[in-house]
């Protein structure tokens, strides 16, 4: 990635190709990444190990959309990055087609010229009263650089 704002149409078009390889290399070989569900792994590998099998099954036939919400700069080589992230659940999740929209925050660094992530978690949106999964009220979106 050549800016850290690149990091949510990459992370969408690794992803929307079903290509768990290609995502690996948005990430520095000892990133962090947490899930929805709070599975915490390490290292590129455990993160291609995590999304691989759910590509083959369940996630077949999904397909992301991501919107920048904000880039923070911490430094010249280093930023957050929010963004919102939709996922389309197709016809082979065992619940059927569904969208579940989350947040993510994404650390990246910059090494060598390349910006990669070295963190990354990813909360599903939910009502606190019931917990049940909400799909985000599509609203203002700010955006900075």
Do not use: C
Request: charged share 20%; proline share 6%.
């Amino acid at each position: 990635m050549n800016r850290p704002e690149d990091a949510p149409h990459a992370f969408q078009d690794a992803w929307n190709r079903h290509d768990m390889a290609s995502l690996g290399t948005l990430f520095h070989e000892d990133a962090t990444f947490v899930n929805r569900f709070g599975h915490y792994v390490h290292g590129v590998e455990e993160i291609v190990d995590l999304h691989a099998p759910i590509h083959a099954t369940i996630y077949s036939d999904s397909t992301l959309e991501n919107e920048l919400i904000d880039v923070v700069v911490i430094s010249d080589d280093a930023a957050v990055v929010h963004f919102w992230s939709r996922l389309t659940a197709g016809a082979a999740h065992p619940a059927g087609p569904h969208a579940v929209d989350t947040l993510i925050l994404a650390v990246l660094t910059r090494q060598a010229g390349e910006w990669r992530i070295k963190a990354l978690e990813n909360v599903t949106l939910t009502n606190p009263r019931t917990g049940e999964a909400v799909l985000r009220d599509p609203g203002p979106v700010r955006k900075s650089a």
